[in-house]
């Protein structure tokens, strides 16, 4: 049974920084396909980074040069560092995993078979 947790949420100031960290169990995130997706009040959830098993990354344009998703194989931990952080970033912030992608990892959520449950960012001006 796969199991994943983030932690490092919090409330920051426009421009500040938080990093996001996603653990994972009974699956190591170093193994497969895992991304960061975000839902903010009243929208859809959007895709905001992936990282493929050959260590490849894709960002969404809106956090693109601001964000940047990492794992480190060891802890079994994925992470998103979000720097110059904007009112509009506020959202809950969900770590994926996709099964079958690998390196051929994609922004789209479809392909995630597990979520964590979440952790909330609010950005204040």
């Known amino acids: 049974h796969v199991q994943l947790v983030e932690s490092g949420g919090g409330s920051v100031q426009s421009g500040g920084s938080l990093r996001l960290s996603c653990t994972s169990s009974?699956?190591?995130?170093?193994?497969?396909?895992v991304g960061w997706f975000r839902q903010a009040p009243g929208k859809e959830r959007e895709g905001v980074a992936v990282?493929?098993?050959?260590?490849?990354?894709t960002h969404a344009d809106s956090v693109k040069g601001r964000f940047t998703i990492s794992k480190e194989k060891v802890r079994h931990t994925l992470y998103l560092r979000m720097n110059s952080l904007k009112i509009e970033d506020t959202a809950v912030y969900y770590c994926?995993?996709?099964?079958?992608?690998?390196?051929?990892?994609?922004?789209?959520?479809?392909?995630?078979?597990?979520w964590g449950q979440g952790t909330q960012v609010t950005v204040s001006a």
């Open positions: 994926a995993l996709d099964l079958w992608s690998g390196a051929r990892c994609r922004l789209d959520q479809q392909n995630f078979n597990y």
């Open positions: 009974g699956a190591s995130v170093s193994d497969f396909c």
């Open positions: 990282i493929g098993t050959d260590g490849s990354t």
